[in-house]
């Protein structure tokens, strides 16, 4: 069974995603229904919520949308990882109200889409390392030239779990493999970041990647973190750039094809109930 722990929901009708105007291939509704579908045929058999960098005023709003898919008879849905804006003097506030909520399992604050030099700011690094004392996770989402920068963070932030998002973002399509592998290699020594394999496909040529232009950013990436700190991530819609999550699930089987039952069984869903004590 595979968990997933990167599904993006798209209610245009309930929440604004001001990004979504520049990405006309990712801009319509990805609902849970067409979502529920897809996963029974391909063995999805629970999700988390990943953001989706909503209207900063919608924030909470997205979690409530969730709240109601997560309430449905029978849901895949076990929680959401929540947009957050550790740069504001209101984030105390705002995760005290969230940490009393048992929906929300993390919380994530896409970086590649902002001035590097926010995540270095002393109120950014010190909310962030609020969470250490609440048990929720923080997803790292940087592009890989800002690795130095997750770096850093983490080491301001020894007692937070971090999960780096899409292997740290490499350049698949130009095979780009140094020096995001070394920086790679960096982070893993940081016992408390663990990393999210997915998104690849939709790094590579959209019309002519293959499983060989992936598998040395997915085993590089396995090899830095290990088996026990790696967990399996749709990436829906995102993937559908990238040939659609049909086709990432037949690539994750055969990428793990030469694992054992335990390192499949950790990777695919044991380290995500680990992480968000599910």
Known sequence: M???????????DRLTYPWLDDVEALNRDNRFEDYNRDAA????????????????????????????????PESLMRGVISSCRPESDSFADFLERNAANPNVKGFRRVLHVVPDDVSTTTIFRDNVRRLG?????????????????AKDLVDHCPDVTFILDHCGVPDVAAGML??????MQELAERPNVNAKISGVV????????TLEDIRPF???????FGT????W????????????MAVWVSATHALTRGWSDDERDAFYHQNAFRLWRL
């Open 2 to 12: 595979l968990f997933d722990t990167h599904l993006h929901l798209i209610y245009k």
């Open 41 to 72: 045929r391909l063995g999805i058999t629970g999700c988390l919520h990943m953001e989706v960098d909503v209207a900063e005023d919608m924030i909470e709003a997205e979690t409530e949308v969730m709240a109601d898919l997560i309430a449905e």
């Open 133 to 149: 004392d609440t048990g929720l996770t923080f997803d790292l989402c940087v592009a890989a030239r800002q690795l130095d920068l």
């Open 178 to 183: 140094e020096p995001w592998r070394a920086n």
């Open 202 to 209: 939709a790094y590579g040529n959209p019309d002519s990647w």
């Open 218 to 224: 997915v085993d590089a990436t396995v090899e830095a």
């Open 228 to 231: 026990d700190r790696i967990v």
């Open 233 to 244: 991530g749709s990436d829906n819609p995102v993937c559908n750039l990238g040939g659609g």
